[in-house]
């Protein structure tokens, strides 16, 4: 790390902000030097994403202060920041998308020319500065039909075109394939060759170890140190960030195939909306004991044909076949009676009534069964019993125990909730979606164990993921989603991150 | 939550409350106080005590029932706004079995209530049928529901010599058998309009309650009403319960129109509709009662009670030369601030919420 100047352009120091109940960021204390690539480190709920939007000027600290060149500032609102030269890209993009990404640069320090916005002043400013800083983009589309990677170089050169030189990235590899991954890796370094510091928020270690000079580990709240990239390893990181060893290879025992359990033949969904082929001719089965993997891109026709399987879309061609029974016209109902649990993608929106108490949500799929009613009268103490069952079978943790709202859950439980009951159902078809998105080490680890313990009871696990390491480590056999098509199927065994990030992308191996 | 539930309603009253203090003050400052001691019990203090308390007591059942009507709608995520045409058609099927009904004796008054409920039900069943198959805010139609109701009703009495008094633009009395029996109920409380309308609706409550928290029926439309795509998720058929939901709420606020114009009311010629091209005030009133209540049917039951009671406080306010609208105005801060405690209550929750990340 060489730094310009002595007096680091960013000290956080004794930070703390705390939440109802929670302490957030616990006096933490964070440098950043002029031109480096500073890390940030830690699980999910670590208080990483808390840190960033303090600096950002989302959320004032109970205590502590921030100082730029020595100098203490204080920073109110997000306008502070960028007066700063702070400039933040968040997970989920802030980008208008009907807006033309010229139009998504300029918005709020529009150039005018009189009463008019003068576009070929910044057209000429923004092609200059993505040619400065090689940001492939095109300043005429809109932002709805341009790539992700590129939404997220629009986001860069939003702060660029704001004079930012301190920029926050918070957790920007989410949404990429790994050779978008790549590139953004080869513009980060690039722009800090450009001079610009950035703070870079993962909990990857890889990219971590690709991309940073120093890296500060938060673990619950708390800084728990901070280290030369160089210095260390990824082991090393990830048992600061977990507090405990872990182990990454879980065991995987040798498969063993029952018959057909979905069947799924030429299913077509068209989008109403766009009227395009949004699930295009899809056809696959998946075996007992098998876990067919579904990689792809976020919005390549997975959520829909999640959303087609379980009943809550009608395919407009094709079939879908539950143990055999043609149950393509069947309500989402019968097909859960029949033998299908479904851990959803959106888990709040789909998979729990967050203003109900748990003991609700974990009977949603029995509740109309017997004994948990009776001539349509619910039979609380059943529902009781059976709350209490899955919360201590799958270590649901919550602060009154069924009774919780389930507002109140850590995501990570919330989520255990939702597994625990899809897997008490007893389905012979899990179709899981998602399942591990925005959970931690822990969590994630147990949830990958239960997915192999069903597969070794002999249940059929479809299991679509943005995951591809989930993906990889999971699945007995993968195939790949790109564009509503399936245009790969794979064997884990025989195939690399890189060749299913390929297809991914929509490319073929040359 | 039931205690947090109960304090910002009592939150809610007090800053209605000194909202109303004040506009009196601004008004008039000499008969302020002397109008809030009145309007909170003082004109409940007098000799005619029992009579007044039981035309209190009368009020308070329709004023049940159209916040039972509300509060059901909004447990399964709908904004009944309806309820006041509602009630006009409930009000026109009970009048109209009550004159037409003779033949039926004794029971009369017993099919004009049933009668009531139907037509209520059908009026909400359209607004949820819209909703359901054709993605129409219920708020929408139901609005455009009441003042088709209120003309068609309108229209059907003028037309007819034998419900209309045109002398008077009233609606004609009723039969004898087509009234509520008061029982003893009446003499107990010195010749008021009390009768066994006040039953039939905590009666109705009990039911409602039952509905709600004690069958698989009443989950699935709180499953509906609080996240429906997760009801859908699970099976549930979202588009049933919409229209269920709006059919009983309907059915509520028709029972509601029967329950006040079945009454014999304070003078024994009964409760009379007043033609008029002006909406009956009484659903909105149950949209009052249904919030300061927190659509809970017990909440409701104290909040109807509640409000019934400053509204009467604000008609005997008028002696004092205090207008009856200051009523309405205080009624109308109680609705805003229980608006608002609610805001207050989902603003803690989504903290709770952030603090986990």
Same mark, same amino acid.
């Given at each position: 790390?060489?730094?310009?100047?002595?007096?680091?352009?960013?000290?956080?120091?004794?930070?703390?902000?705390?939440?109802?109940?929670?302490?957030?960021?616990?006096?933490?204390?964070?440098?950043?030097?002029?031109?480096?690539?500073?890390?940030?480190?830690?699980?999910?709920?670590?208080?990483?994403?808390?840190?960033? %939007?303090?600096?950002?000027?989302?959320?004032?600290?109970?205590?502590?202060?921030?100082?730029?060149?020595?100098?203490?500032?204080?920073?109110?609102?997000?306008?502070?920041?960028?007066?700063?030269?702070?400039?933040?890209?968040?997970?989920?993009?802030?980008?208008?998308?009907?807006?033309?990404?010229?139009?998504?640069?300029?918005?709020?320090?529009?150039?005018?020319?009189?009463?008019?916005?003068?576009?070929?002043?910044?057209?000429?400013?923004?092609?200059?500065?993505?040619?400065?800083?090689?940001?492939?983009?095109?300043?005429?589309?809109?932002?709805?039909?341009?790539?992700?990677?590129?939404?997220?170089?629009?986001?860069?050169?939003?702060?660029?075109?704001?004079?930012?030189?301190?920029?926050?990235?918070?957790?920007?590899?989410?949404?990429?394939?790994?050779?978008?991954?790549?590139?953004?890796?080869?513009?980060?370094?690039?722009?800090?060759?450009?001079?610009?510091?950035?703070?870079?928020?993962?909990?990857?270690?890889?990219?971590?170890?690709?991309? %940073?000079?120093?890296?500060?580990?938060?673990?619950?709240?708390?800084?728990?140190?901070?280290?030369?990239?160089?210095?260390?390893?990824?082991?090393?990181?990830?048992?600061?960030?977990?507090?405990?060893?872990?182990?990454?290879?879980?065991?995987?025992?040798?498969?063993?195939?029952?018959?057909?359990?979905?069947?799924?033949?030429?299913?077509?969904?068209?989008?109403?909306?766009?009227?395009?082929?949004?699930?295009?001719?899809? %056809?696959?089965?998946?075996?007992?004991?098998?876990?067919?993997?579904?990689?792809?891109?976020?919005?390549?026709?997975?959520?829909?044909?999640?959303?087609? *399987?379980?009943?809550?879309?009608?395919?407009? %061609?094709?079939?879908?076949?539950?143990?055999?029974?043609?149950?393509?016209?069947?309500?989402?109902?019968?097909?859960?009676?029949?033998?299908?649990?479904?851990?959803?993608?959106?888990?709040?929106?789909?998979?729990?009534?967050?203003?109900?108490?748990?003991?609700?949500?974990?009977?949603?799929?029995?509740?109309?069964?017997?004994?948990?009613?009776?001539?349509?009268?619910?039979?609380?103490?059943?529902?009781?019993?059976?709350?209490?069952?899955?919360?201590?079978?799958?270590?649901?943790?919550?602060?009154?125990?069924?009774?919780?709202?389930?507002?109140?859950?850590?995501?990570?439980?919330?989520?255990?909730?939702?597994?625990?009951?899809? *897997?008490?159902?007893?389905?012979?078809?899990?179709?899981?979606?998602?399942?591990?998105?925005?959970?931690?080490?822990?969590?994630?680890?147990?949830?990958?164990?239960?997915?192999?313990?069903?597969?070794?009871?002999?249940?059929?696990?479809?299991?679509?993921?943005?995951?591809?390491?989930?993906?990889?480590?999971?699945?007995?056999?993968?195939?790949?989603?790109?564009?509503?098509?399936?245009?790969?199927?794979?064997?884990?065994?025989?195939?690399?991150?890189?060749?299913?990030?390929?297809?991914?992308?929509?490319?073929?191996?040359? | 939550?039931?205690?947090?539930?109960?304090?910002?309603?009592?939150?809610?009253?007090?800053?209605? @409350?000194?909202?109303?203090?004040?506009?009196?003050?601004?008004?008039?400052?000499?008969?302020?106080?002397?109008?809030?001691?009145?309007?909170?019990?003082?004109?409940?203090?007098?000799?005619?005590?029992?009579?007044?308390?039981?035309?209190?007591?009368?009020?308070?059942?329709?004023?049940?029932?159209?916040?039972?009507?509300?509060?059901?709608? #909004?447990?399964?995520?709908?904004?009944?706004?309806?309820?006041?045409?509602?009630?006009?058609?409930?009000?026109?099927?009970?009048?109209?079995?009550?004159?037409?009904?003779?033949?039926?004796?004794?029971?009369?008054?017993?099919?004009?209530?049933?009668?009531?409920?139907?037509?209520?039900?059908?009026?909400?069943?359209?607004?949820?049928?819209?909703?359901?198959?054709?993605?129409?805010?219920? =708020?929408?139609?139901?609005?455009?529901?009441?003042?088709?109701?209120?003309?068609?009703?309108?229209?059907?009495?003028?037309?007819?010599?034998?419900?209309?008094?045109?002398?008077?633009?009233?609606?004609?009395?009723?039969?004898?058998?087509?009234?509520?029996?008061?029982?003893?109920?009446?003499?107990?409380?010195?010749?008021?309009?009390?009768?066994?309308?006040?039953?039939?609706?905590?009666?109705?409550?009990?039911?409602?309650?039952?509905? @709600?928290?004690?069958?698989?029926?009443?989950?699935?439309?709180?499953?509906?009403?609080?996240?429906? #795509?997760?009801?859908?998720?699970?099976?549930?058929?979202?588009?049933?319960?919409?229209? @269920?939901?709006? =059919?009983?709420?309907?059915?509520?606020?028709?029972?509601?129109?029967?329950?006040?114009?079945?009454?014999?009311?304070?003078?024994?010629?009964?409760?009379?509709?007043?033609?008029?091209?002006?909406?009956?005030?009484?659903?909105?009133?149950?949209?009052?009662?249904?919030?300061?209540?927190?659509?809970?049917?017990?909440?409701?039951?104290?909040?109807?009670?509640?409000?019934?009671?400053?509204?009467?406080?604000?008609?005997?306010?008028?002696?004092?030369?205090?207008?009856?609208?200051?009523?309405? =105005?205080?009624?109308?801060?109680?609705?805003?601030?229980?608006?608002?405690?609610?805001?207050?209550?989902?603003?803690?929750?989504?903290?709770?919420?952030?603090?986990?990340?």
């Amino acid at each position: 790390m060489e730094a310009k100047t002595n007096l680091p352009i960013i000290s956080m120091e004794g930070i703390t902000k705390s939440f109802p109940g929670v302490i957030a960021n616990d006096n933490i204390s964070l440098n950043l030097m002029e031109g480096e690539i500073h890390a940030l480190l830690g699980e999910n709920g670590a208080g990483k994403s808390t840190l960033m %939007s303090v600096l950002f000027g989302l959320y004032t600290p109970e205590s502590g202060q921030i100082k730029k060149h020595g100098e203490i500032i204080k920073i109110k609102n997000p306008n502070d920041a960028n007066r700063f030269g702070i400039g933040m890209v968040h997970q989920h993009f802030k980008l208008v998308d009907v807006f033309t990404v010229l139009d998504n640069i300029l918005l709020g320090v529009e150039p005018t020319k009189g009463p008019f916005i003068d576009r070929q002043l910044a057209k000429k400013e923004i092609i200059a500065l993505s040619k400065q800083y090689k940001l492939a983009i095109d300043v005429d589309a809109k932002i709805e039909d341009i790539s992700v990677g590129m939404q997220q170089r629009v986001e860069i050169l939003k702060m660029l075109y704001r004079k930012n030189n301190i920029l926050i990235f918070d957790e920007p590899t989410a949404v990429l394939t790994p050779q978008e991954i790549e590139e953004l890796i080869k513009i980060l370094k690039n722009l800090k060759k450009e001079g610009k510091s950035i703070l870079f928020i993962s909990h990857k270690l890889n990219e971590i170890m690709a991309v %940073s000079d120093r890296v500060t580990v938060l673990r619950k709240g708390k800084s728990v140190g901070t280290l030369f990239t160089k210095d260390t390893t990824p082991q090393a990181l990830s048992n600061l960030m977990v507090g405990r060893d872990i182990t990454f290879e879980i065991e995987k025992l040798q498969a063993n195939f029952g018959g057909i359990a979905l069947e799924v033949a030429n299913l077509t969904f068209i989008s109403t909306r766009t009227k395009k082929k949004v699930v295009n001719d899809i %056809s696959f089965q998946v075996k007992k004991g098998e876990i067919l993997g579904v990689a792809g891109i976020e919005g390549n026709g997975q959520s829909e044909l999640a959303y087609l *399987i379980a009943g809550l879309l009608k395919p407009d %061609s094709g079939t879908i076949r539950l143990l055999g029974e043609n149950v393509t016209n069947h309500s989402v109902r019968y097909r859960n009676d029949l033998g299908l649990a479904h851990i959803p993608e959106d888990r709040h929106k789909f998979g729990l009534i967050l203003d109900h108490p748990l003991y609700s949500n974990l009977s949603l799929k029995k509740y109309h069964k017997q004994p948990f009613q009776k001539h349509g009268i619910i039979q609380k103490k059943k529902i009781f019993q059976l709350a209490e069952t899955i919360l201590e079978r799958f270590d649901v943790r919550s602060g009154k125990g069924i009774q919780s709202l389930t507002r109140s859950l850590s995501g990570g439980n919330q989520q255990k909730a939702i597994i625990g009951r899809e *897997i008490d159902s007893n389905a012979d078809v899990l179709l899981a979606v998602q399942m591990t998105r925005g959970l931690d080490v822990g969590a994630i680890e147990y949830i990958h164990s239960q997915m192999l313990k069903q597969r070794e009871e002999g249940k059929a696990v479809l299991m679509i993921s943005l995951e591809l390491e989930e993906i990889l480590k999971l699945s007995d056999r993968i195939i790949v989603m790109y564009e509503g098509r399936i245009v790969a199927e794979l064997n884990p065994k025989e195939t690399t991150k890189e060749l299913i990030g390929l297809y991914m992308a929509g490319g073929k191996p040359s | 939550m039931k205690n947090q539930a109960f304090i910002s309603s009592v939150v809610a009253i007090l800053l209605g @409350l000194i909202f109303g203090l004040i506009i009196m003050i601004i008004a008039n400052p000499f008969t302020a106080f002397p109008g809030l001691l009145t309007m909170m019990g003082g004109w409940l203090a007098h000799q005619d005590f029992l009579r007044r308390l039981g035309d209190l007591i009368f009020l308070t059942g329709p004023m049940i029932l159209t916040g039972l009507s509300v509060g059901f709608a #909004f447990k399964t995520g709908l904004f009944n706004i309806g309820a006041t045409g509602q009630y006009t058609l409930g009000m026109f099927a009970a009048i109209f079995v009550g004159i037409y009904g003779t033949f039926l004796g004794p029971t009369q008054w017993i099919f004009a209530f049933l009668a009531a409920i139907i037509f209520g039900a059908l009026w909400g069943l359209l607004p949820g049928l819209l909703k359901a198959y054709f993605n129409v805010h219920e =708020v929408i139609s139901s609005i455009m529901l009441n003042y088709i109701g209120m003309y068609t009703v309108n229209n059907l009495i003028q037309g007819d010599a034998n419900l209309f008094n045109v002398a008077f633009s009233k609606t004609k009395a009723i039969n004898l058998n087509a009234y509520i029996p008061t029982t003893i109920l009446r003499d107990v409380f010195d010749r008021s309009a009390i009768d066994l309308g006040i039953l039939i609706a905590i009666g109705i409550t009990l039911i409602i309650y039952f509905v @709600l928290y004690k069958t698989t029926f009443g989950f699935e439309l709180q499953a509906v009403g609080s996240n429906r #795509f997760a009801a859908k998720y699970s099976g549930i058929k979202e588009n049933r319960s919409l229209i @269920l939901s709006m =059919v009983i709420s309907g059915a509520l606020a028709g029972a509601a129109g029967a329950l006040y114009f079945l009454a014999k009311g304070s003078v024994n010629s009964g409760n009379q509709y007043s033609v008029g091209n002006e909406l009956l005030t009484a659903g909105f009133d149950g949209i009052a009662v249904a919030l300061l209540g927190q659509s809970h049917p017990f909440g409701i039951v104290l909040s109807a009670f509640f409000i019934s009671f400053i509204q009467r406080g604000g008609y005997f306010m008028q002696t004092l030369g205090i207008k009856v609208e200051i009523i309405d =105005v205080i009624i109308a801060a109680i609705i805003y601030t229980s608006a608002m405690a609610m805001l207050v209550k989902d603003k803690l929750i989504k903290i709770l919420k952030r603090k986990q990340p």
